[in-house]
Protein backbone atom coordinates (compact mmCIF):
# COMPACT_ATOMS: atom_id res chain seq x y z
CA UNK A 1 0.00 0.00 0.00
CA UNK A 2 1.07 3.43 -1.08
CA UNK A 3 2.60 5.56 1.89
CA UNK A 4 0.38 8.68 1.58
CA UNK A 5 -2.70 6.49 1.06
CA UNK A 6 -2.09 4.25 4.34
CA UNK A 7 -1.50 7.67 6.45
CA UNK A 8 -4.60 8.98 4.88
CA UNK A 9 -6.90 5.73 5.68
CA UNK A 10 -4.87 5.71 9.48
CA UNK A 11 -5.24 9.33 10.52
CA UNK A 12 -9.03 9.27 9.10
CA UNK A 13 -10.21 6.13 11.01
CA UNK A 14 -7.76 6.71 14.32
CA UNK A 15 -10.54 6.99 17.27
CA UNK A 16 -9.23 8.81 20.43
CA UNK A 17 -12.28 7.69 21.89
CA UNK A 18 -10.60 4.90 24.05
CA UNK A 19 -8.87 5.35 27.23
CA UNK A 20 -5.85 3.61 26.47
CA UNK A 21 -3.18 3.45 23.98
CA UNK A 22 -3.36 -0.36 23.46
CA UNK A 23 -7.26 -0.18 23.05
CA UNK A 24 -6.57 2.95 20.68
CA UNK A 25 -4.36 0.53 17.92
CA UNK A 26 -6.23 -2.54 18.25
CA UNK A 27 -9.39 -0.40 16.92
CA UNK A 28 -7.36 1.23 14.06
CA UNK A 29 -6.29 -2.81 12.85
CA UNK A 30 -9.93 -3.03 13.14
CA UNK A 31 -11.48 -0.22 11.69
CA UNK A 32 -8.96 0.60 9.24
CA UNK A 33 -9.13 -3.27 7.79
CA UNK A 34 -5.19 -3.76 8.01
CA UNK A 35 -4.36 -7.49 7.05
CA UNK A 36 -1.43 -8.06 9.20
CA UNK A 37 0.25 -11.32 8.07
CA UNK A 38 0.65 -8.89 4.50
CA UNK A 39 2.21 -5.60 5.55
CA UNK A 40 5.53 -4.82 4.53
CA UNK A 41 8.64 -3.84 6.33
CA UNK A 42 7.64 -0.11 4.72
CA UNK A 43 3.67 -0.73 5.98
CA UNK A 44 5.17 -1.29 9.30
CA UNK A 45 6.87 1.86 9.54
CA UNK A 46 4.88 3.89 8.04
CA UNK A 47 1.64 2.67 10.67
CA UNK A 48 3.93 2.98 13.38
CA UNK A 49 5.13 6.61 12.14
CA UNK A 50 1.57 7.71 11.51
CA UNK A 51 0.74 6.42 15.02
CA UNK A 52 3.52 8.17 16.59
CA UNK A 53 2.53 11.60 14.83
CA UNK A 54 -1.03 11.55 16.03
CA UNK A 55 -0.08 10.51 19.62
CA UNK A 56 2.15 13.00 20.12
CA UNK A 57 1.11 16.26 18.59
CA UNK A 58 -0.02 17.62 21.63
CA UNK A 59 2.40 16.77 23.76
CA UNK A 60 5.29 17.92 20.95
CA UNK A 61 3.44 20.63 21.19
CA UNK A 62 3.47 21.11 24.93
CA UNK A 63 7.56 19.77 24.70
CA UNK A 64 7.94 23.43 22.51
CA UNK A 65 5.92 25.55 24.42
CA UNK A 66 7.51 24.67 27.42
CA UNK A 67 11.06 25.11 25.61
CA UNK A 68 10.54 28.38 24.87
CA UNK A 69 9.55 29.57 28.13
CA UNK A 70 12.97 27.38 29.53
CA UNK A 71 14.53 30.24 27.18
CA UNK A 72 12.76 33.24 28.26
CA UNK A 73 12.96 31.81 32.65
CA UNK A 74 16.73 31.57 31.73
CA UNK A 75 17.23 34.54 30.22
CA UNK A 76 15.27 36.32 32.90
CA UNK A 77 17.47 34.41 35.03
CA UNK A 78 20.39 35.71 33.87
CA UNK A 79 19.11 39.17 33.96
CA UNK A 80 18.26 39.37 37.39
CA UNK A 81 21.56 37.12 38.92
CA UNK A 82 23.42 39.99 37.01
CA UNK A 83 21.42 42.59 38.58
CA UNK A 84 21.63 40.72 41.97
CA UNK A 85 25.37 40.26 41.98
CA UNK A 86 25.66 44.04 40.76
CA UNK A 87 23.41 45.46 43.41
CA UNK A 88 25.67 43.49 46.43
CA UNK A 89 28.65 45.31 44.85
CA UNK A 90 26.84 48.75 45.01
CA UNK A 91 25.46 47.82 48.50
CA UNK A 92 29.39 47.36 49.78
CA UNK A 93 30.70 49.97 47.86
CA UNK A 94 27.91 52.61 49.95
CA UNK A 95 29.06 50.65 53.60
CA UNK A 96 32.54 51.20 52.41
CA UNK A 97 32.18 55.38 52.16
CA UNK A 98 30.28 55.15 55.24
CA UNK A 99 33.85 53.53 56.71
CA UNK A 100 35.95 55.31 55.30
CA UNK A 101 37.04 57.41 58.08
CA UNK A 102 37.03 54.08 60.33
CA UNK A 103 39.97 51.93 59.18
CA UNK A 104 39.63 49.20 61.75
CA UNK A 105 35.51 48.63 60.33
CA UNK A 106 36.72 48.64 56.87
CA UNK A 107 38.47 46.49 57.23
CA UNK A 108 36.04 44.42 59.13
CA UNK A 109 33.72 45.33 56.13
CA UNK A 110 36.32 43.95 53.85
CA UNK A 111 36.48 40.71 55.61
CA UNK A 112 32.95 39.85 55.03
CA UNK A 113 32.51 41.19 51.67
CA UNK A 114 35.19 39.00 50.58
CA UNK A 115 33.06 35.84 52.03
CA UNK A 116 29.59 37.17 51.09
CA UNK A 117 29.94 38.42 47.51
CA UNK A 118 29.16 35.73 44.83
CA UNK A 119 32.91 34.24 44.99
CA UNK A 120 32.12 30.84 44.48
CA UNK A 121 30.07 31.54 41.69
CA UNK A 122 32.74 33.25 40.01
CA UNK A 123 35.34 30.77 41.05
CA UNK A 124 33.20 27.68 39.39
CA UNK A 125 33.25 29.76 35.78
CA UNK A 126 36.60 30.66 36.41
CA UNK A 127 38.33 26.74 37.16
CA UNK A 128 36.31 25.21 34.13
CA UNK A 129 36.85 28.28 31.28
CA UNK A 130 40.48 27.81 32.15
CA UNK A 131 40.45 23.84 32.65
CA UNK A 132 38.79 23.52 28.70
CA UNK A 133 41.45 25.90 27.58
CA UNK A 134 44.30 23.14 28.97
CA UNK A 135 42.92 20.85 27.63
CA UNK A 136 42.26 22.68 24.17
CA UNK A 137 45.87 24.19 24.08
CA UNK A 138 47.44 20.60 25.12
CA UNK A 139 45.24 18.40 22.60
CA UNK A 140 47.43 16.23 22.43
CA UNK A 141 50.11 16.87 25.30
CA UNK A 142 50.75 16.19 28.94
CA UNK A 143 47.97 18.60 30.72
CA UNK A 144 48.93 17.88 34.20
CA UNK A 145 51.87 20.06 34.83
CA UNK A 146 50.14 22.98 33.39
CA UNK A 147 47.17 22.19 35.00
CA UNK A 148 48.75 21.52 38.67
CA UNK A 149 49.96 25.07 38.33
CA UNK A 150 46.84 26.72 37.35
CA UNK A 151 44.76 25.29 40.06
CA UNK A 152 47.49 25.99 42.48
CA UNK A 153 47.59 29.70 41.66
CA UNK A 154 43.73 30.04 41.55
CA UNK A 155 43.57 28.29 44.96
CA UNK A 156 45.78 30.46 46.73
CA UNK A 157 44.19 33.54 45.05
CA UNK A 158 40.97 32.38 46.37
CA UNK A 159 42.08 31.56 50.14
CA UNK A 160 44.87 33.93 50.65
CA UNK A 161 43.07 37.23 51.23
CA UNK A 162 40.04 35.91 53.69
CA UNK A 163 40.02 33.79 57.24
CA UNK A 164 41.80 30.24 57.33
CA UNK A 165 38.20 28.79 59.17
CA UNK A 166 36.98 25.37 58.27
CA UNK A 167 34.32 26.67 56.34
CA UNK A 168 35.44 29.05 53.73
CA UNK A 169 38.59 26.84 53.18
CA UNK A 170 36.26 23.91 52.58
CA UNK A 171 33.91 25.86 50.13
CA UNK A 172 36.49 27.34 48.12
CA UNK A 173 38.31 23.81 47.51
CA UNK A 174 34.96 22.48 46.86
CA UNK A 175 34.23 24.69 44.10
CA UNK A 176 37.01 24.23 42.28
CA UNK A 177 37.13 20.50 42.75
CA UNK A 178 33.10 20.56 41.53
CA UNK A 179 34.19 22.61 37.79
CA UNK A 180 36.85 20.09 37.90
CA UNK A 181 34.78 17.03 37.94
CA UNK A 182 31.91 18.98 35.73
CA UNK A 183 35.07 19.35 33.20
CA UNK A 184 35.97 15.75 33.58
CA UNK A 185 32.18 14.17 32.99
CA UNK A 186 33.05 15.88 29.31
CA UNK A 187 36.23 14.20 28.82
CA UNK A 188 36.03 11.19 29.94
CA UNK A 189 39.13 9.85 29.02
CA UNK A 190 41.27 12.55 30.05
CA UNK A 191 39.06 12.52 33.73
CA UNK A 192 41.84 11.20 35.79
CA UNK A 193 44.51 13.51 34.57
CA UNK A 194 42.61 16.11 35.33
CA UNK A 195 41.32 15.17 38.85
CA UNK A 196 44.96 14.08 39.62
CA UNK A 197 46.35 17.38 38.80
CA UNK A 198 43.50 19.63 40.24
CA UNK A 199 43.97 17.61 43.72
CA UNK A 200 48.09 18.46 43.52
CA UNK A 201 47.01 21.61 42.40
CA UNK A 202 44.29 22.52 45.29
CA UNK A 203 46.52 20.77 47.96
CA UNK A 204 49.84 23.30 46.54
CA UNK A 205 47.58 26.06 46.46
CA UNK A 206 46.75 25.59 50.31
CA UNK A 207 49.47 24.77 51.21
CA UNK A 208 50.86 28.16 49.71
CA UNK A 209 48.21 30.47 51.46
CA UNK A 210 48.60 28.85 54.83
CA UNK A 211 52.56 29.56 54.51
CA UNK A 212 51.81 33.22 53.30
CA UNK A 213 49.62 33.40 56.45
CA UNK A 214 52.43 32.08 58.69
CA UNK A 215 54.64 34.81 57.78
CA UNK A 216 52.28 37.59 57.91
CA UNK A 217 51.73 36.52 61.37
CA UNK A 218 55.72 36.24 62.10
CA UNK A 219 55.91 40.40 60.56
CA UNK A 220 52.78 41.65 62.18
CA UNK A 221 52.47 43.54 65.30
CA UNK A 222 50.61 41.67 67.87
CA UNK A 223 48.11 45.05 67.95
CA UNK A 224 47.29 43.93 64.39
CA UNK A 225 46.17 40.63 65.21
CA UNK A 226 42.52 41.02 64.44
CA UNK A 227 43.59 41.58 60.68
CA UNK A 228 44.54 37.82 60.08
CA UNK A 229 42.29 36.35 63.35
CA UNK A 230 38.62 36.38 63.21
CA UNK A 231 38.85 33.56 66.00
CA UNK A 232 42.10 32.54 67.51
CA UNK A 233 41.11 29.10 69.10
CA UNK A 234 39.05 27.86 65.92
CA UNK A 235 41.70 29.08 63.43
CA UNK A 236 44.86 27.04 65.99
CA UNK A 237 42.29 23.69 65.78
CA UNK A 238 41.62 24.05 61.75
CA UNK A 239 45.24 24.19 61.41
CA UNK A 240 45.99 21.04 63.10
CA UNK A 241 43.39 19.17 60.70
CA UNK A 242 43.96 20.83 57.32
CA UNK A 243 44.68 16.94 56.24
CA UNK A 244 41.68 15.71 57.11
CA UNK A 245 39.49 18.64 55.69
CA UNK A 246 41.31 18.19 52.22
CA UNK A 247 40.52 14.86 52.61
CA UNK A 248 37.00 15.25 53.25
CA UNK A 249 36.17 17.67 50.57
CA UNK A 250 37.36 15.04 47.88
CA UNK A 251 35.60 11.83 49.84
CA UNK A 252 32.36 14.14 49.58
CA UNK A 253 32.40 14.65 46.46
CA UNK A 254 33.16 11.41 45.79
CA UNK A 255 30.62 10.15 46.82
CA UNK A 256 27.86 12.86 44.97
CA UNK A 257 29.84 11.80 41.62
CA UNK A 258 28.63 9.22 38.81
CA UNK A 259 30.52 5.73 39.68
CA UNK A 260 33.37 6.09 37.32
CA UNK A 261 34.26 9.69 38.77
CA UNK A 262 34.20 8.58 41.96
CA UNK A 263 36.06 5.46 41.90
CA UNK A 264 39.11 7.71 40.34
CA UNK A 265 38.84 10.38 43.48
CA UNK A 266 38.67 7.53 45.84
CA UNK A 267 41.75 6.14 44.19
CA UNK A 268 43.77 9.38 44.19
CA UNK A 269 42.59 10.47 47.78
CA UNK A 270 43.69 7.21 48.76
CA UNK A 271 47.11 7.57 46.88
CA UNK A 272 47.69 11.23 48.43
CA UNK A 273 47.01 10.45 52.02
CA UNK A 274 50.50 9.43 52.14
CA UNK A 275 51.92 12.78 50.74
CA UNK A 276 50.08 15.37 52.59
CA UNK A 277 53.39 15.65 55.27
CA UNK A 278 54.12 19.13 53.68
CA UNK A 279 50.75 20.32 54.21
CA UNK A 280 50.40 18.95 57.48
CA UNK A 281 53.91 20.59 58.96
CA UNK A 282 53.19 23.94 57.78
CA UNK A 283 49.84 23.79 59.21
CA UNK A 284 51.55 22.76 62.49
CA UNK A 285 54.39 25.50 62.21
CA UNK A 286 51.82 28.12 61.29
CA UNK A 287 49.59 27.12 64.72
CA UNK A 288 52.44 27.21 66.87
CA UNK A 289 53.73 30.41 65.24
CA UNK A 290 49.97 31.69 66.37
CA UNK A 291 50.82 30.03 70.15
CA UNK A 292 53.83 31.91 70.40
CA UNK A 293 52.88 35.20 68.72
CA UNK A 294 49.68 35.34 70.45
CA UNK A 295 50.22 33.89 73.99
CA UNK A 296 47.81 35.18 76.72
CA UNK A 297 50.81 37.78 77.32
CA UNK A 298 50.29 38.88 74.06
CA UNK A 299 46.60 38.72 73.82
CA UNK A 300 46.34 41.08 76.96
CA UNK A 301 48.36 43.42 75.55
CA UNK A 302 46.56 43.60 72.12
CA UNK A 303 43.59 44.27 73.80
CA UNK A 304 45.07 47.11 75.39
CA UNK A 305 46.48 48.37 72.24
CA UNK A 306 42.63 48.34 70.93
CA UNK A 307 41.94 51.30 73.18
CA UNK A 308 44.81 53.14 71.92
CA UNK A 309 44.29 52.19 68.63
CA UNK A 310 45.60 55.54 66.92
CA UNK A 311 49.08 55.39 68.09
CA UNK A 312 52.06 55.29 65.43
CA UNK A 313 52.70 51.45 65.73
CA UNK A 314 49.29 50.59 65.42
CA UNK A 315 48.41 52.79 62.21
CA UNK A 316 51.05 51.52 60.73
CA UNK A 317 49.57 47.34 61.48
CA UNK A 318 46.27 49.03 59.65
CA UNK A 319 48.14 49.86 56.77
CA UNK A 320 49.26 47.20 56.24
CA UNK A 321 46.24 45.46 56.84
CA UNK A 322 44.12 47.49 54.28
CA UNK A 323 46.33 46.66 51.33
CA UNK A 324 45.77 42.63 52.17
CA UNK A 325 42.30 42.78 52.22
CA UNK A 326 41.22 43.02 48.67
CA UNK A 327 37.82 42.71 46.68
CA UNK A 328 37.19 38.98 45.83
CA UNK A 329 36.80 40.27 41.93
CA UNK A 330 40.47 42.18 42.30
CA UNK A 331 41.45 38.51 44.08
CA UNK A 332 40.12 36.78 41.27
CA UNK A 333 41.10 38.03 38.63
CA UNK A 334 44.39 38.12 39.30
CA UNK A 335 44.21 34.43 39.82
CA UNK A 336 42.76 34.33 36.24
CA UNK A 337 45.73 36.15 34.77
CA UNK A 338 48.13 33.59 36.80
CA UNK A 339 46.47 31.15 35.00
CA UNK A 340 46.36 32.67 31.52
CA UNK A 341 49.96 32.90 32.31
CA UNK A 342 50.54 29.76 32.65
CA UNK A 343 48.79 28.19 29.87
CA UNK A 344 50.74 30.72 27.81
CA UNK A 345 54.30 29.69 29.01
CA UNK A 346 53.28 26.07 28.57
Avoid at 34 to 41: P, Y
Avoid at 313 to 332: H, P, S, T
Wanted: hydrophobic share 40%; aromatic share 6%; glycine share 2%.
Amino acid sequence: MEKETLQNKLETVYNKRFKTIHKRISSLFIDAKIDKERLSLDDVRNITETVLKIETKSLKSDVESLLAQKELIERELEKKSYELQDTKYNIFNSLEDEFLEDESMLLKLHQVKLQSIDLYDILSEMVESVLITVLEKDADGDIVETTTEVIKEMTYEAIKEGSLNTIRIRKILSTILIAAIDVSEATPNRAEKILHATLKGMRAGLIKSISRFKKRLEFMPVEAKHILIEDYDTIIEDLNQTDTLFSQVVLTQAQESTQGIKEVLVKINKDMSYDLEELIHISKETAEVMKAKFSSFAKLAAKKADIAFKSPKAQEAKRMGIQAFDVAKGALETALKSAKDAIDKK
